[in-house]
């Protein structure tokens, strides 16, 4: 089955709104896209768009939320954090208000709409901010847990969804914890640890491995902070190898900071599946996965290249 | 209709520029304040004699804290006094034991380098000791540099970085009507803070969503930390900007607490639209060589210049 997270998100947020009175949700001209435009629909006096202005939107939603609300404040993930960083910094992350960040459209595979619409750096900055939790879900059915725990914990949060649709790999019985990585397939001799579209690739990477007799763990990091610390060490101490995969640039997001944890507790042979150093351009997003080198047979190369880097 | 003259001093090149305006809120003199129509929030207690002595307490506090910080913004905490005092000491609902109280009125500081000004009212109607002025910018001290809500009781925006205070002032506006509450939002601007465009992107979205109960107060001292705001980013024709995006404007002599007092009491009669009150200063207004003077923008006073400044503020 197929889904894109942000449909997800955009039902979810009907039937949380509906239980919970308290919360307001907040767009920059794009809820047709975001699929807030659900809830403008369903709840329309607590929907507030505010036109192509993401700076004001973000201090609209810190004003709501020192007022008592739970606001969501939607937007593509080039936008926000990128556009009104000062904003969620001094009005968000340093008073820690209740405020939640949910962006769309994230990494390469918005595709067409080309360089200007490719958000590539959102985790690197919002990562930077203290008092952030920040959730990359993996499928549609993460993205309604992650949204519905967002909705039920106190502070700001920033939860990355997609545009395309994509498979679905959590079965229903999943349960989604803020802080705790998911072990989707045990191994010993390496691990893959990634996040949003990239967790299906590491699994299909892991199926390939398999056949060749590479027992290959993989990691659903899909809290990217605070990061599972203990998950991380973990597998850095059992399979001795950790290749991360992620739809952002390489400096700042998921890699760097899986690289930070495995430095400090048990330092181990490390393979960065990631946009290297570079803007994308137009294309189809299978195409543009492929010509910058993010597919599962790419996390599958980088996988057997690293296993020879490996002491033994 | 009265018209006034307001003189102010054109700052950093000693000009002095006349100002002509005719204005409904100018032309109310403080027989107004006390007349049956002002009495929803006005403390008679308080007359504006005493008033004045307060403005002058909380020039000697600022003058005081950031001398002895050794750095701060003197200059527009003196200009922004008596706008600050006639909130706090009439307008505004609140309730200084309880400064979470939901069914307050809110001060939004989205000047935030006025801090000293904002500790010096605050500790005047008691949210904490006055002795504690003098920990301003120290560590561990509630005071910060700039405001911050997560430290000192009564501030309820972290602020400092300039632009963001209305837009914070909208959200909270906003709640006011999700809950059904009465209580009004005040935010007060720095005429240099709008430059910001996000002052411009909140102006258009309080005006959309016919926000009634707040309003924008803009300090115009007429300087910014380079100079003049003429010479840096031209502004005018402000209070026409304002207008043009849908607010209701009004312009006062921002030392003159009665005007600004009916301005304050006119706002609350105007519907379906915020109101905006353009309220001429003076930069570092109440001693002699602060005022007009942009180097006091963010200056401290030395020990000889503390002392001829409290000297002039007896």
């Given amino acids: ?312 | 209709m009265t018209t006034l003259e307001v003189t102010v001093p054109l700052a950093g090149r000693g000009a002095k520029r006349k100002q002509a305006y005719s204005k409904a809120s100018a032309e109310i003199s403080a027989e107004a304040i006390s007349s049956p129509r002002g009495k929803s929030a006005l403390n008679p207690s308080a007359p504006l004699e005493e008033m004045e002595l307060k403005a002058k307490e909380l020039r000697r506090h600022i003058v005081m804290m950031t001398g002895k910080a050794g750095s701060g913004h003197p200059g527009g905490s003196l200009s922004a006094v008596e706008i600050v005092a006639a909130l706090f000491f009439k307008i505004l609902r609140h309730d200084p034991k309880n400064p979470k109280w939901t069914d307050r009125d809110r001060f939004i500081l989205s000047k935030g380098h006025a801090a000293p000004l904002l500790y010096a009212v605050l500790a005047e109607r008691g949210y904490f000791p006055v002795d504690e002025l003098s920990t301003l910018r120290k560590l561990n001290s509630r005071l910060q540099g700039h405001a911050d809500m997560t430290s000192t009781p009564g501030v309820e925006m972290s602020s400092g970085s300039l632009g963001q205070g209305l837009s914070f002032g909208i959200g909270v506006a906003l709640a006011a009507r999700l809950d059904k509450k009465d209580y009004r939002v005040y935010v007060l601007l720095g005429d240099g803070e709008c430059d910001e465009g996000q002052i411009w992107e909140a102006a258009m979205a309080a005006a959309h969503f016919k926000l009634d109960n707040i309003v924008a107060i803009v300090d115009h001292n007429d300087l910014q930390l380079d100079g003049p705001n003429c010479d840096i980013m031209n502004l005018e024709p402000l209070p026409e900007k304002f207008k043009a995006f849908g607010w209701h404007v009004t312009e006062v002599d921002g030392h003159n607490l009665s005007q600004l007092l009916t301005a304050f009491e006119k706002a609350k009669e105007i519907k379906g639209r915020p109101t905006a009150i353009i309220a001429h200063t003076i930069k570092g207004k109440g001693v002699s060589f602060m005022e007009g003077n942009v180097d006091f923008h963010g200056k401290a006073p030395t020990t000889a210049e503390i002392e001829q400044a409290i000297g002039e503020l007896k």
């Fill in chain 1, 1 to 312: 089955m197929e889904q894109s997270t942000r449909e997800a998100y955009g039902k979810t947020l009907v039937e949380l709104g509906r239980q919970n009175p308290n919360i307001v949700v907040l767009d920059a001209d794009l809820s047709k896209s975001t699929q807030t435009g659900l809830f403008s629909k369903e709840l329309p006096e607590r929907f507030f768009n505010c036109g192509i202005a993401e700076q004001n939107m973000i201090g609209i939603a810190a004003g709501l939320a020192a007022s008592g609300k739970t606001v969501f404040a939607s937007t593509f993930a080039v936008f926000a954090p990128g556009r009104c960083f000062d904003q969620i910094r001094m009005s968000v992350a340093q008073p820690k208000l209740n405020v939640k960040i949910v962006t769309t459209h994230s990494g390469i595979t918005v595709g067409e709409d080309g360089t200007s619409h490719h958000a590539i750096e959102d985790l690197s900055l919002i990562c930077s901010l203290p008092s952030f939790t920040v959730i990359v879900p993996a499928d549609a059915i993460e993205a309604a847990q992650a949204i519905e725990v967002a909705a039920q914990t106190q502070g700001p949060f920033y939860v990355r969804l997609s545009r395309p649709k994509t498979l679905v790999i959590n079965t229903p019985d999943y349960k989604f914890t803020v802080g705790k990585a998911t072990t989707l397939k045990e191994g010993k001799d390496i691990t893959i640890i990634a996040i949003g579209i990239m967790v299906a690739f590491a699994l299909e990477a892991a199926r390939s491995l398999a056949r060749d007799g590479i027992d290959c763990r993989v990691l659903n990091m899909s809290t990217v902070k605070p990061l599972d610390s203990d998950a991380i060490t973990k597998a850095a101490v059992e399979t001795g190898a950790i290749v991360t995969a992620e739809e952002h640039l390489r400096r700042g997001g998921l890699g760097s900071a899986v690289a930070q944890i495995v430095a400090e507790n048990h330092p181990v042979p490390m393979s960065f599946v990631a946009l290297n150093d570079v803007y994308a351009k137009s294309g189809k997003a299978e195409e543009l996965l492929q010509r910058h080198k993010l597919t599962a047979a790419d996390i599958e190369t980088t996988a057997r290249s690293l296993l020879t880097r490996k002491r033994r």
